[in-house]
């Protein structure tokens, strides 16, 4: 089994910056994707960003493309999500997944592994 635990949430003002982490542990898989997801309250859950292993390359939204930013840090085996330009129409819920094969997968249904999740908001 896989454990992911998110941190790093809050509130900011619009324009802020917030860095999401998300903790691993349990069963370690050589190929994965690594994503972040959003649900807003009253909307269904949407992809944010994503990371293949190996090779790193990265995904994004439209919504988020030049102001998010996602990596990992195979030592800590964490994964970040670095929020800049923030507005309020970035406030949900946050949630990091993982499934054990490396592609674009943009669907929740795709990934078997979820964290609880992190609330951010942002204040106008």
């Known amino acids: 089994q896989v454990q992911l635990v998110e941190s790093g949430g809050g509130l900011v003002q619009r324009g802020g910056s917030l860095r999401l982490s998300c903790a691993t542990s349990?069963?370690?898989?050589?190929?994965?994707?690594r994503a972040w997801f959003r649900q807003a309250p009253g909307k269904e859950r949407e992809f944010v960003a994503l990371?293949?292993?190996?090779?790193?390359?990265?995904y994004y939204s439209e919504a988020v493309k030049g102001r998010f930013t996602i990596s990992r840090d195979n030592a800590k085996n964490t994964l970040y999500l670095q929020m800049n330009s923030l507005q309020p129409e970035d406030t949900a819920v946050y949630y990091c997944?993982?499934?054990?094969?490396?592609?674009?997968?943009?669907?929740?249904?795709?990934?078997?592994?979820w964290g609880q999740g992190t609330q951010v908001t942002v204040s106008s």
């Open positions: 997944a993982t499934r054990p094969s490396s592609g674009n997968y943009l669907k929740d249904s795709d990934y078997a592994y």
């Open positions: 349990g069963r370690a898989f050589s190929r994965t994707t």
């Open positions: 990371i293949m292993w190996p090779g790193g390359n990265t």
